[in-house]
């Protein structure tokens, strides 16, 4: 790992501290200027607009009225509320207004500027989500350059001394999350049965590298037997071809297998598998994954766990001799996995459907290819195809092998010709070895922004380039100052703009990549490029370490080229940045604290449950936004607050105060309510909702008009704190690698471990 320099010290000297507080008399400072102006004990009895909380307001799939939108403001206003932060959002919204409002049409552009100019009339600060849904900044014009993307490879191998003309195997340009696979099925589209059609591609070069390797013996199975017996096809698992396998057997109570029977043992150092399917969106797999070996195909030896996921999973292991290999596949229960859209969510009779529905459908194994060479142990995960919430935990296999020497990987991208022809004379080599060629390129992973309406989805920007994420926003806010007017943006009407969570998923290339590297990192990562597809080069720790610093570079960029885009256009627009960042464990590789370093009011996020304690991600997540202010010197803190899940106008002030207090003693003081619905029309009462999420605090709610005595209540709360000053006697230092959301996503700091 790379020696801790003073900044970097510097820069995590105040993570997970003490919170914000009024600390002594002679600390104590005006928040805001609103509030400077009158004595501490006056703003008391009436907060100003500064230490008022804010409320999500969403617009659902067209369903908008501006005699819905001048209500709910003279709602908020009546009750306390200091703003509104608009999003524009889809899920499974039923139509009931007479004429839905198609998202940046006329009609819909006409209603906005109306609502622009009736929060400008009432002192409302309206802010504007990043991009329609709420994840993240994406949209219909978004060209397909200038998407997320992912590393896509082919191979060639060529025997020393012969020459290679002629046109190299295309690395896979079909958009999805790793090589051929295509994009996995939403959980609607899991329910359903019917995929939505396939999305924009694009492929860019990245280049071309040549590398020799031991000729290892090929290991072909004598066959392949399912846990009930069935023979099946062993040249389906490693043919190359990730969606297509062979389908298991089924037998309630006994977890389904796969065996690999060899004429005679066979060495085995690496294996490969993927089960297409499995994953459960929100949730995870839906198996845990043992890969056994046997001598007599009756007594079993365990030799490493696999988590299965949206791509393939490679371990590799000291070499294992048997005759007999066998995979089996343990069920589970979703619990609340990855890249969740609604962290830390228990849906169980959501889950239950999507368990029913995958349990009426055959088990296919894609891949299960075992191979004598050793490889970069889970180097999908590694290399960023996947997400781990604890790299620093992923221990290297103890088997002292070595790869490919980093001097002799030889680039030959500058002999590929634009039609994908190379002409190379490769040099002699020892006997018992060949060159391999890898082409190297990229291609989309065709992330959408979501949850929003059809009219308003398109592809996600590239998040580690700078350039694309200007033209982006650009357009975005473009648009508002074409809705709401020029002088509505900026120091009236729309005064503000939201980043949500990131739950983007995995990403892991951008055309600047190898520039920036050097850059970042001070060495070209050429020679090491083939370890992003599991390919060995010089020991284990030295792979290990350049894909540590590869996913370093990603998490710089995020922050750099996404998040410090994000501010700089936004003040170049005249609006405040607000932003949260991972939210719930890992969802993408990034640094929590670093995201959230470029914007203006550092944000967490709050969930309300009814039985259950608060859950240790989101603490970490609202220590972290207190961090950052405290590091960067800003004085306000906000939070997604006292969202809940499946509980329709469920909460009252009584059930909720223990949450928004537990808010303020771990540093926020500038709750933001998730969620005030938009209500349209007054005849469909109580209104319309956030599907399963969300507060439903709205003008239509049985004690919304008792609320005022609620609000001032977290605008005095807000005020004193906003008023204090933060004294630390303690820095805690939480390592290099994990978010705080990961680390600490569910044991609290003083339990859980911390990366070196």
């Known amino acids: 790992m790379p020696i801790l320099t003073l900044r970097t010290l510097l820069c995590v000297a105040t993570a997970l501290v003490a919170v914000p507080a009024i600390a002594r008399e002679q600390a104590l400072a005006p928040a805001t200027a609103d509030a400077s102006a009158a004595p501490l004990e006056d703003q008391f009895r009436d907060p100003p607009n500064s230490a008022r909380p804010r409320v999500w307001w969403h617009w659902m799939n067209g369903n908008i009225s501006k005699d819905g939108i001048a209500k709910d403001m003279a709602w908020m206003k009546r009750v306390g509320i200091g703003g509104l932060q608009n999003f524009d959002a889809n899920l499974q919204t039923p139509q009931v207004v007479d004429k839905r409002l198609v998202y940046m049409t006329p009609e819909w552009k006409d209603a906005f500027r109306f609502a622009a100019r009736e929060a400008d009339r009432q002192g409302l600060e309206l802010a504007i989500a990043a991009s329609p849904g709420w994840s993240e900044t994406g949209g219909p014009w978004v060209k397909p350059q200038d998407g997320l993307k992912k590393l896509v490879w082919s191979e060639t191998t060529i025997a020393g001394g012969k020459r290679l003309t002629g046109k190299l195997a295309a690395p896979p340009s079909r958009t999805g999350p790793y090589q051929t696979l295509g994009a996995p099925l939403s959980i609607e589209e899991m329910i359903s049965g019917h995929p939505a059609p396939p999305g924009p591609s694009h492929y860019g070069e990245v280049g071309v590298f040549a590398f020799p390797e031991q000729v290892e013996p090929g290991l072909v199975p004598a066959r392949a037997v399912d846990g009930l017996g069935n023979v099946l096809s062993p040249g389906k698992l490693s043919d190359g071809d990730l969606d297509e396998g062979v389908t298991l057997a089924r037998k309630d109570g006994q977890a389904p297998s796969l065996r690999l029977e060899y004429a005679k043992p066979a060495s085995v150092a690496s294996a490969t598998v993927f089960v297409p399917g499995v994953v459960v969106p929100f949730a995870g797999a839906a198996f845990i994954a043992v890969l056994e070996s046997s001598a007599d195909g009756k007594v079993w030896t365990q030799i490493a766990p696999l988590t299965l996921g949206a791509v393939p999973t490679t371990v590799s292991f000291p070499a294992v001799t048997a005759a007999h290999f066998r995979l089996v596949l343990n069920s589970r229960k979703p619990d609340g996995g990855l890249g969740s859209p609604a962290p830390g969510i228990v849906m169980d009779g959501l889950f239950d459907g999507v368990g029913a529905a995958m349990a009426k459908k055959p088990l296919v194994v894609g891949t299960f290819a075992l191979d004598t060479g050793a490889r970069v142990d889970r180097f999908e995960t590694k290399a960023g195809f996947v997400m781990s919430r604890d790299y620093y935990a992923l221990e290297e296999p103890k088997d002292g092998a070595t790869g490919v020497a980093p001097a002799s990987v030889i680039d030959l ?124 080069v010089g020991t284990r720790a030295e792979s290990d370490k350049f894909l540590y610093d590869y996913r370093r570079t990603l998490a710089d960029l995020l922050a750099s080229e996404h998040y410090g885009t994000v501010a700089k256009v936004a003040h170049e627009n005249g609006l405040k940045v607000y932003g949260e960042a991972l939210e719930d464990k890992r969802p993408m590789l990034g640094d929590d604290m670093t995201m959230r370093s470029h914007t203006d009011i550092p944000m967490a996020a709050m969930w309300t449950f009814r039985e259950e304690g608060p859950r240790q991600t989101l603490i970490a997540d609202m220590k972290g936004a207190a ?80 609320a005022k005595p609620w609000v001032d209540y977290i605008a005095r709360s807000s005020l004193l704190l906003q008023a204090g000053r933060n004294v630390a006697d303690v820095a805690y230092f939480y390592g290099e690698e994990a978010p705080l959301t990961g680390l600490y996503g569910d044991k609290p700091v003083a339990d859980a471990p911390v990366s070196h």
């Open 413 to 536: 991208t500058d002999k590929l010709g634009d039609d994908g022809t190379l002409d190379w004379q490769a040099p002699a080599l020892p006997e018992g070895q060949r060159w391999r060629v890898l082409r190297m390129g990229y291609s989309l992973l065709g992330t959408t922004n979501h949850p929003a309406p059809p009219e308003a989805t398109g592809l996600e920007v590239d998040k580690f380039d700078g350039d694309a994420v200007r033209r982006y926003l650009d357009h975005y806010i473009g648009l508002y100052k074409e809705a709401a007017g020029p002088d509505m943006v900026g120091q009236r009407g729309v005064r503000a703009l939201l980043t949500d969570s990131i739950e983007v998923g995995e990403a892991n290339w951008t055309p600047k990549m190898l520039e920036q590297f050097q850059r970042l990192r001070g060495y070209d990562a050429r020679p090491w490029l083939p370890t992003l597809t599991g390919v060995l």
């Open 627 to 706: 961090s950052v202010a405290h590091l960067y010197g800003q004085n306000l803190v906000a939070a997604e607050s006292m969202t809940a899940s499946m509980s329709p106008w469920a909460f009252a002030p009584k059930d909720l105060k223990r949450f928004i207090d537990m808010e303020f003693v771990n540093g926020v003081n500038r709750p933001v309510v998730h969620t005030s619905v938009h209500v349209p029309v007054d005849d469909k009462k109580p209104g319309l909702s956030l599907f399963i999420f969300g507060q439903y605090f709205n003008r239509m709610e049985s004690w919304g008009e008792m």
